[in-house]
Structure formats: structure tokens, C-alpha cells
């Protein structure tokens, strides 16, 4: 294996030197004056990302699925009814936190690499023995590959009246979604995904009627890391510049922050999506190229920061994966149970050019080849340079 | 202030350049192999730290708060007793995670600045209304800089039948503590403190007294992320070179650690606490002569891994501290509600020397002349040359 490959899995991801160098630098104290900016520029430029001009930004050391649980240790007490739109391994994971938080959980579900569509959502609400309060959607699903309709769906919870919650960890900064526009009232991602840092934090927006729920609870939140009465007045003392303590910041990663979302921010979000829907593009049209089949059922339903590729017959992941990382790509396994064993996953998110889709492709026709598939070389590399232009 | 003055709060701290090195890389796959191997180096490494052969190391994304609430999470479960030992702000906060997970929450207190000996213990646990499951202990309070009696505590504890739980954020690494001699059943610290990296990583060893308590669990943990149910098969999985998922790991943390405790170890744990005492006698012999008071009552109180003077008449932290960081050395304020205008801090962990010491002390005096306090110039950086040679 080459010291240096390209990391094409759906996270972590290439990291741009801007944003490395603000992570590479000696800690700093989370209290100077330096850093209060930076921090207080973060959240504000959060706003931009999410588009949720009124939400309330929460930034906190730890993995998506600290995001996921923050999210439902503070929207839900015991005894409310949840309803998650399923479409892999993070709708399962969502349900079994929102369940830990005492809720009633519910799952709309598809077959593997489909999806529920906004009315299987209306079926299920309307049927419902009660009132739903949240419902969660996975705009992604890392497992799957799959890209659910946020809008679509998210209409439909709000006219039941429910909180529109939306996992975009594999999402947010790569996929269109912007939470006022789309009505979503909370939605959440991890560092090291769209956003183009080293993993380490977790990304909260929370628009006014996640904050309304939150502010009504009856019970303390479940979880004390995750709950928000601890982390409210920090985040909005920084916002305001002024410092605060309740944990401490991870300040380099909060550096990092402040460093890609003025990369982003400058991009600006559309261009952002068009350049990830470009990308997603050129990487099915060298796959297809290659007879690659996808886990995605249907093309208009498979997301634009991941591709999830099935394995062509008698080559396995674990056979593939290491040539492909020798050619000079480092790609992901499967990760869906049931069907673990016939795809891999391709990221091509935030940093990412066609440049680095191009030598993705490349290496994965080397390790096809090792791995004795036929097929014409070149082909997968020339299909997506032309999809891609 | 300068672009670069030496961090010299208790936490973040002044990082070892093969540490920052390794922090600093890009990110690399979860699941490569080289950082299999750093992943697993690093867990058995802990042992060491610890001072623990026989216990399970988690390694969570999150700060030294997280970490204190999947102590409290998976130790504790409704209707729990809890005795705190408390010599502070860290003392309340884990009184108040055991409480959210259910516990009912008895404090040893002792005025600022002083602390609970195992006699105030003893006493409190055999008033007890009923048997107390879980002693915890602020090994060193960094709002206070009061340092405990670990092993004379646990002593107490274990001959009641209760689990020793040790705060060691501001300790490990730094202040002697050797899990298996002193009788300690967990121990938790936090990446930014004595292991010297950057923050963002939580870090917990269980010896087998938690680890039963934890397997004799009725009920699930009380949080979902902090759950060890969720983490312990990922970090069994990493130490047996196997990757394994269930959030994605700070991979340039993890780095960094490995990088760290190679570093820690190989200057080996008696003479790293060696180090730090003679650090604290230096920064003490300074500050008395400088005139300057301590919160602990008494010197043999007092942490080795942080100083807590107290301002002397007429000097204020908001006026001292900028002043201080201009002249080269970013110090911390008080935090201890009751006397946080009366007292600063500063932090000698980790990566420290002597150098740093006096460095720090030398802009101290810049910035004490700088208050119109009256003082020997000099005479600080003397008396802490000759004590700390």
C-alpha cells in the first residue's frame, strides 16, 4: 500500500490544506480572544450551511451519533410517539436512540437501496394510534447510498404537526437541503463528512420549533452530555463573543471549522450542490461504464456525496478493497446487514474534484483487473471524464 | 499579544511536536490498517497510564465531561447511592451526572481550598441510610487545584462494598495514580490535560469491579452515546487488530495518542510524576516569592499538575491576565463560584519543563509590574530556578 492514497470512503474524508493547517496548529486556549472570534464566526457561518437563517447552532466534541443523540435526548421525553424514515443502518440506529430516550418508535421502511416516498410517510402518520411529535429522516443513509426527498416528506410531517428531524450526516454541505426552505426544524452532521474536517465533532442546527420543544419539556433532557441546558449559554455566549465554560471546546477542530465553512460559505451552498450532484455523476457513469451495478435502486433516488456500488460476481470487498488502496484509493466495505458481502462505498464529498473521481476510478480499474474481472480498461476513467466535463 | 505565547492554562496544554506531528496529518481511514495498529497500540498503552493491567479502556470522542457521564451512565442505575468527594466545581458536576442517571447523590464537603480525608468519608458512609454503590473522587479539582488522597479514599470506600470511581482529568498522567495499587475501579480523564494532545477525546479505564457492575445491569445505560454496551465490542474488535464500527473514531486524535503514550511511557510513569511535583515546587517557590497566595489551605494539598495563586490586593484577573499573555504566557482565571474573582491559574502538565515555568513566571512579574503591584523584579523566577533545579 502506498504511504499516501486518496481517502474516497463516505468519511473521513480529503481535508483541504486551508482547513488542515487551522487543525495542525499548537492548541490554543478556548478562552483567548483569538479564538472566541473564530468560534463565534463558526456558528454564525453554520447558518449559511444549513440555511436556517433562525436556528440556534450547537457545535460539541464527539461523533455524529453524539449529533443524532443530542438530537433526541432533547426533543423527545418518555412516552412520545417517533416516526423515522428508514432507509438502512442509520434509520435503525436513530430509532434505537430515540427508543433509549423513552419515545414510541415507529419506522417507515423500504426494501434495501429504496426508499419510502412522502405519501408512504402520510399512510403511516395517518394511521398512527396517536399524535406523532417527530419525525426523523435519514437524508443519506451511509449504508445504503440512498438519498430520501427531505422536502417531500418533510411536508407531510408538518401538516401532521410533527417536528421534522433530519439526520444529514452524509449529507449537509454535499446534498441540497436548506432546513427554512424545506421545513426542517432540526437538522445535524459530524465533521468529517460534507463539511471537510478530521471527525471529532458534532453539528446541531435547531430551528424555532425544536427550540419551542425543548423549552416545553417536561423532564430534563436524557442524556447530561447531549443536553442542551448545559450547552445553550456557551453557544450563545461565543456567538456574542464573550467566553463560557461548560466543556471544553475541541479548539483545533473548531479552528478547522471556521476555516471550511469560509471555504464553503465562499462557494456558496448551490454551486457547493451542483459541483456534488456533477461529481456523483461522473462517478456512476464510470462505474456503469465498468458493469457495475448500484445499491440504489433507481438513479434518481442515489445520493450525490457517496456511491455504493455492487461487486461484480466472484470478486469480494476483501479481495478488491486493498488492490484499489495500492492502486492509490482508499474505498469502504459494505455496511448493510443484509446485504454486507455485495457492494463497497465510494465517497466523493466535500474536498473532492473529478480530479480525485478520475483517479478513484483509475485504481478501482486496477484492482478489478487484479482481481481478474473483465472488462474494457480505461473505460470506467474515459465515461466519467465525459460525464463529469 | 504575541501570535505566540506558551498555553500555561490547566488544559489545553503545550503539545509535544511528535504529537502535534501526528494530530496534524491528514485524516485517515477508520478502518485502514496502520490505524488498526495505532488504535490498538494505543488501548494497551492506556493500561500503562492507568496503571491498570486488567482493564478495559474506552476511548470516546468527546471531552473530559463525557467521559464523566459514561462513568456515571453505566455505573449507575435508578435509585443508585452515590457518595461524591467533593473539593469542587467537578465535585458538583459529577454529583449532578449521577443525579440525571438516577442516583441518589450524597457530598463529603470541605471549605475551598481544603479537602475530605478518608476519616470525613468513613464517617459519611457508615451514616449512610443504606449501602452506597459508588464512591466518586475529583482526584484533582481544576477549579480548586486541591489535590485528594486517592488511595487512603478508596481504602474507606472498598470496605463499605463501594466502586471507586476516579475524576482524573486533571491528574493522569501527571499525578501518581496506579489504578491496581491504589484500588481504584475506573478512572477517567480527557485528552487536553497531562496525556498532552489536543482536546476532543474522552478516555476511561474500568477495571473488573466496573466492568461486573456493568454487566449486573438491569436496565440499559442511561445515555445512548455514552453506552458501553455500544462501544466496549469496538474497542475489544480494535485491540485484537480487527476494525470494527460503530461511530467513527477522532482518527487524528487516536494518532496522537498513540504518539503520546509512546512518548509517556518511554519516560515512564514514576518519573513523570517525579517531574510534575518538582514543576509544582517550582511555580510554588515563584509564587511565594512573589507573595502570592494558594486556594489549598496547605502545601501538601495542592495538585503538581496546576497552581491556583491566589490575586494579591488591588490586582484583578481581567487587568493581570492580558497583561501576563502580552509579556508571553496565556493563564486561566478562577472558575470556583464562590471565589473566582480572588484567584487565577496556572497549568504545569503534560509536556511542560522548567523552561516553561519560568518563562511563565517571568511574564507573570511583567504583567504583576504592569498592575503597579510591588515586588522584588526577579525574585519569582529566582526562588523557582533554585527549587525546581
Known sequence: MKDRTLLMIPGPVEVEPAVLAAHAAPPTSHLEPRFIEAFSRALVGLRGLFGAADGQPFVL?????????????????????????????????????????????????????????????????????????????????????????????????????????????????????????????????????????????????????????????????????????????????????????????????????????????????????????????????????LGLGQVPVRAEIAANTMSAPRLPAGVSAQDLLPRVADAGATLAGGLHASARSEYFRIGHMGACGLGEVLATLGALETGLAACGYAFERGAGVKAAAAAGG
Open 61 to 289: 466534541a464527539g461523533t455524529g451519533t453524539l449529533a443524532m443523540d443530542s438530537a433526541a435526548a432533547n426533543l423527545v421525553e418518555p412516552g412520545d410517539a417517533v416516526m423515522v424514515v428508514n432507509t438502512g443502518y442509520f434509520g435503525d440506529r436513530f430509532g434505537a436512540i430515540f427508543e433509549r430516550y423513552g419515545a414510541q418508535v415507529g419506522h417507515v421502511r423500504a426494501a434495501v437501496g429504496d426508499r419510502p416516498e412522502a405519501a408512504g410517510l402520510r399512510a403511516a402518520l395517518s394511521t398512527a394510534t396517536g399524535p406523532v411529535k417527530l419525525v426523523a429522516i435519514t437524508h443519506v443513509d451511509t449504508s445504503t447510498g440512498v438519498l430520501t426527498d427531505v422536502p417531500g416528506l418533510a411536508r407531510v410531517a408538518r401538516e401532521h404537526g410533527a417536528l421534522v428531524v433530519v439526520d444529514g450526516v452524509c449529507s449537509i454541505g454535499g446534498e441540497a437541503l436548506h432546513m427554512n426552505d424545506d421545513g426542517v426544524d432540526l437538522a445535524l452532521t459530524a465533521s468529517q463528512k460534507a463539511v471537510g474536517l478530521p471527525p471529532g465533532l458534532a453539528l446541531l442546527m435547531a430551528g424555532p420549533r425544536a427550540m419551542e420543544a425543548f423549552r416545553a419539556r417536561r423532564t430534563p433532557a436524557g442524556s447530561f452530555y447531549s443536553d442542551w441546558a448545559n450547552w445553550l449559554p456557551i453557544m450563545e455566549a461565543y456567538e456574542a463573543h464573550r467566553p463560557a465554560y461548560f466543556g471544553t471546546p475541541a479548539v483545533n477542530l473548531v479552528w478547522a471549522l471556521d476555516a471550511s465553512l469560509a471555504l464553503i460559505l465562499r462557494e456558496r451552498m448551490t454551486v457547493r450542490w451542483a459541483r456534488h450532484q456533477r461529481l456523483a455523476k461522473a462517478c456512476r457513469a464510470g462505474l456503469a461504464a
